[in-house]
């Protein structure tokens, strides 16, 4: 039973890392932070991004604008650029090298105590992960609702608003927190035994070991 759960929690732990990361790397360069609907112009909507402003009409589509100055950028806007392209890297690197202390992979099979040190490793890159993409989506959140409810702006100013990619870079964070968690629960459990086929020859070979040192202390 404890070889069929360590099992599943290192493919589902493998899984929700790539979903996640996978989710995070769309956040990163999606253009839809921020949602700005014009109610006098209701056929045209503004979007934000962390690298661009876009602008769609029912005429001419989409159309987008690349932030010219890293430096004129907002606060949360430049640290967010940061904070993603860490939870990218982090991300991939959780991934290759939780991938290389899978029990299915034949590599490094009989490095029992180094496959287990890689998933943990893998697990927090994954933790890691997670947390630097959690943080710019959740600061951009909140300074979008202090800003949507600032009595200091008019009523008739449009307010910006919660993006899709919000919600996507949440949904990627809690993926990448929770398939870390199952990364280091598997790493908990006892390693899985050899292939019946490897566990025959590594008898013999033992066998073969003690008969060979037993003729030669009888030799002696």
Not at 54 to 59: F, K
Not at 68 to 83: G, H, T
Not at 170 to 191: D, K, P, R, T
Request: charged share 15%.
């Amino acid at each position: 039973m404890a070889l069929v759960f360590r099992t599943v929690a290192q493919l589902a732990g493998v899984s929700l890392s790539l979903l996640g990361w996978v989710l995070s790397c769309l956040t990163n360069y999606l253009p839809y932070w921020k949602n700005l609907n014009l109610d006098l112009n209701e056929m045209e909507n503004w979007t934000m991004g962390l690298w661009q402003t876009c602008v769609t009409q029912e005429e001419v589509g989409m159309q987008c604008k690349d932030f010219d100055s890293f430096l004129a950028l907002p606060a949360e806007l430049r640290v967010s650029r940061i904070l993603m392209f860490l939870s990218n890297g982090l991300g991939f690197l959780g991934l290759l090298v939780s991938g290389f202390g899978l029990d299915c992979l034949r590599i490094g099979e009989g490095q029992r105590d180094l496959k287990r040190r890689l998933l943990i490793l893998g697990g927090v890159l994954s933790w890691a992960s997670g947390i630097a993409a959690l943080v710019p989506v959740s600061w951009v959140a909140h300074k979008t609702v202090q800003e949507f409810w600032d009595k200091n702006v008019p009523d008739f100013v449009p307010r910006w608003e919660f993006g899709e990619a919000l919600f996507l870079g949440w949904f990627a964070g809690l993926s990448l927190l929770l398939g870390g968690c199952l990364l280091n629960c598997a790493a908990c459990f006892s390693h899985a035994p050899l292939a019946s086929g490897h566990y025959a020859v590594a008898q013999m070979q033992d066998h073969h070991h003690q008969l060979e040192t037993r003729n030669t202390n009888l030799k002696n």
